[in-house]
């Protein structure tokens, strides 16, 4: 964990890299709503969600108050919301997703996919659940059987994503396993990975500028899943 304390230094490189990502500004942006992960609310993705509006998109929270972690549960009030966004611009949203978020925004996408005309995932756990990050514990405590969830959670993959997914994954991350990031079952998916910590992730110049570079729906670096691994 204490790998973490370097995502302290993101605002210092965030202030070096001003420039660079200013120069992203589109000219027709898109919807996006943007989902906080485990334990969080809109407060923690208040820089993502500033910097997204600042370069043309129109962004969201999930307004859901703080996201307790009962995936059974939140995965319907997303696609209410998630539709309820659709509705009003008339047409597809972005999903940006940070840890269990981007997980929620995955499955929104597999429900929905008329709905979502892109994911992007920020250290998202797609492979077992919980069972391979620091919330295991968590978990086990009220209750839950971590290798059925892991089992659910593969089922669930049998069903393909069919919108393209950017996963930007870190190997310095302390809280998800990179590996666990990793997607091996959408050919839909691009993975990215980036320098930087967990907590740090939505800090991040570098994931900034990945987040607004595929929405603006460059290619970027492509690996599948197996390259990754």
């Known amino acids: 964990m204490w790998r973490e304390s370097f995502g302290l230094l993101e605002p210092f490189r965030l202030a070096l890299r001003l420039p660079d990502l200013s120069a992203r500004r589109v000219e027709s942006g898109l919807p996006v709503m943007v989902l906080p992960g485990f334990g969080m609310t809109d407060r923690s993705t208040w820089l993502l969600r500033h910097y997204l509006s600042y370069i043309g998109h129109t962004v969201e929270g999930w307004d859901m108050g703080r ?8 995965i319907p009030k997303v696609l209410d919301r998630m539709s309820a966004m659709a509705s009003r611009h008339g047409g597809p949203v972005a999903l940006v997703g ?38 295991h514990a968590h978990y086990v405590r ?6 059925e969830i892991e089992a659910q959670v593969a089922a669930r993959d049998r069903v393909p994503i069919r919108v393209p997914v ?4 870190s190997r310095r991350d302390a809280i998800v396993a990179w590996q666990a990031c990793i997607d091996q079952s ?12 967990h907590l740090g992730l939505g800090l991040s110049p570098d994931v900034l500028a990945v987040v607004a570079d595929s929405l603006a729906g460059k290619s970027l670096k492509r690996q599948t899943g197996s390259d990754a691994v």
Request: zero cysteines; proline letters at 6%.
């Open 67 to 74: 996201n307790h972690g009962r995936v059974p549960e939140l």
């Open 98 to 135: 940070w840890s269990l978020g981007g997980y929620l925004a995955r499955e929104a996408a597999r429900e929905r996919p008329a709905e979502v005309i892109r994911v992007i995932t920020l250290g998202s756990p797609v492979v077992g659940g919980p069972k391979y990050t620091v919330t």
């Open 166 to 169: 950017t996963a930007v994954y």
């Open 142 to 147: 009220k209750g839950y059987d971590l290798d």
């Open 186 to 197: 959408n050919a839909v998916t691009e993975h990215v990975e980036v320098a930087a910590t």
